[in-house]
């Protein structure tokens, strides 16, 4: 329990800049027996006397006072900046899926630079979990990310639709047709990612088409993803595709796209619903609407 307030710090500070009682009185605006008082508590509470105070000298500090006023003027200096905050809007941080941010994070943060001269706005990427816990921590304002595994505690307006891909090796038996379902999926090892939320979100897809899919690796990354799927691992499952053919180490790929209309899902903006909204941030979101592009099938 903290039993020093900062307006006694306040008190103690003056007094030792000012060498007097008389005259930090006067500059604090109190008078001169409730100071003296004030500081005797605060000494008392510390065990251990901060100023020496002799009728008519100039107020001293204690070896121990000067150790201690370096690190109470500090806490001051850090209340300060506290409230002052409030008045000095900070950055607007947005936040993107990391497997999409090369296509819509630097490109959105010049819009709304743009837009918004007169603001401050910083990116931020990651995986489901990570943008779930900057949201509700206040590190994250907005993120721009699959609307996959988020709560109800989450707000979202969603810009659009994409459908699922498959990769897999040239050599697959599924790798000639043009287009797979998830029941041709499921009889095959399958490469999920294994974050929870992402993992969770694919394993109730498969169930609510009463399927059961065999899971063969777990991955942390898209590109670990299409590197065990050219190499013959599996099948990678993916709501974001890369540009090209060829695995990050050089082997040939099939990207396919899943065309089962349930497994579509949205590109959305998300916030947390906590979040206290004012006319910069629901502009913010209304220019965000605009910049984001997402073409894709609706689901079905």
Partial sequence: MLYNTLRQYEYLVAVADLGSLTEAARHLNVSQPSLSVAITRVEARLGAPVLVRRK?????????GHRLLPRIRALLELATGIEQDTDTPAPFVLGCFEDIAPLHLAGALAALGQRFPDHGFRGAEGRFADLAADLDQGRVDVAITYDVGFAERFDRQVLGHVAPVAFLAPDHPLAHRE???????????????????????????????????????????????RSLAAHGAGIGISYSC???????????????????????????????????????????????????????????
């Fill in 179 to 225: 287009a797979l379902a998830l029941e041709d999926l499921a009889p095959h090892p399958l490469i999920f990612f294994s974050e929870e939320l992402s993992e969770g979100f694919m394993n109730t897809l498969f169930q609510e088409m009463r399927l059961h899919p065999t899971v063969g690796h777990r991955v942390r990354s898209l590109e670990m993803m």
């Fill in 242 to 300: 890369p540009p090209g053919t060829i695995s990050y180490d050089g082997r040939p790929l099939v990207t396919l796209p899943i065309v089962t209309p349930q497994a579509a899902t949205g590109i959305a903006l998300v916030w947390s619903r906590l979040r206290a909204r004012d006319d910069r941030f629901d502009a913010v979101i209304r220019a965000l609407a605009e910049v984001v592009q997402v073409a894709g099938p609706a689901p079905g």
């Fill in 56 to 64: 008519g000298a100039r107020v001293e500090v204690t070896p121990y």
